[in-house]
């Protein structure tokens, strides 16, 4: 099967830069992606790795090293709209089913 | 459609009853998804179906829950005798078959009384 593990929480002022952690383990590897879900919403998705290295979509970007079986998002000049919740989710095993961490809830500051 | 589609967006039911979650995928999508959230909780895998394959019904908790998928296109999460720990939001989300995204639904908001 497969398990993540990511903070529960984190909090930063607006314009700040944060970075959630996620480690994963699964037999077999496809890919790590990010959602991010607000409060009475359903997730969306953010971004995806296959292939080590940083992959950047405007104020988020997302890395991958695969030796290490770990991936983070990284959210730039941080907005209030950025708090939300994150979930880091592998693609793995034998199927490609998506599992999921946790999440992380992020909580901007003004 | 457009979107994941799930019906009914809220249900309140008596401890003990049956209830029946639907979901409508995106058109083409073969590979769905159902999850449950419980309040300020993470996504608990449910079941997957992938094609035509045998479904990966490794996350159900419990013989009361059960789903199938007709046609390949609707789903439908069916638990049974329902528990007040059932209540949560059961989301839906299909991608096109291997595709890296899955796209979810609004979610089923089930509370049990």
């Known amino acids: 099967g497969q398990s993540l593990e990511q903070p529960s929480e984190v909090t930063a002022v607006e314009g700040a830069i944060v970075q959630i952690n996620c480690t994963y383990q699964t037999s077999g590897f496809y890919g790590l992606s990010w959602y991010q879900q607000h409060d009475g919403g359903a997730p969306t998705f953010l971004s995806y790795n296959a292939l080590d290295g940083l992959e950047e979509t405007g104020r988020f970007s997302s890395f991958l090293s695969r030796s290490d079986s770990y991936g983070y998002l990284l959210l730039q000049e941080l907005q209030m709209k950025d708090s939300a919740s994150y979930f880091c989710a592998v693609r793995g095993g034998g199927d490609y089913k998506l599992s999921f961490g946790a999440g992380t809830t992020v909580t901007v500051r003004a | 459609g457009a979107g994941v589609s799930q019906s009914p967006s809220n249900k309140v039911t008596e401890k003990g009853k049956d209830v029946e979650l639907r979901c409508d995928p995106i058109s083409g999508h073969t590979a769905l998804y159902w999850y449950r959230q419980s309040l300020g909780q993470g996504l608990e895998f449910l079941i997957y179906f992938q094609g035509n394959s045998a479904p990966d019904k490794s996350g159900l908790p419990s013989d009361r829950f059960s789903a199938e998928r007709t046609g390949g296109s609707v789903s439908t999460l069916t638990i049974q005798r329902t528990q007040q720990e059932d209540s949560a939001v059961y989301l839906c989300?299909?991608?096109?078959?291997?595709?890296?995204?899955?796209?979810f639904g609004e979610g089923s908001w089930l509370t049990v009384v």
């Open positions: 989300a299909s991608s096109s078959g291997l595709g890296n995204t899955i796209y």
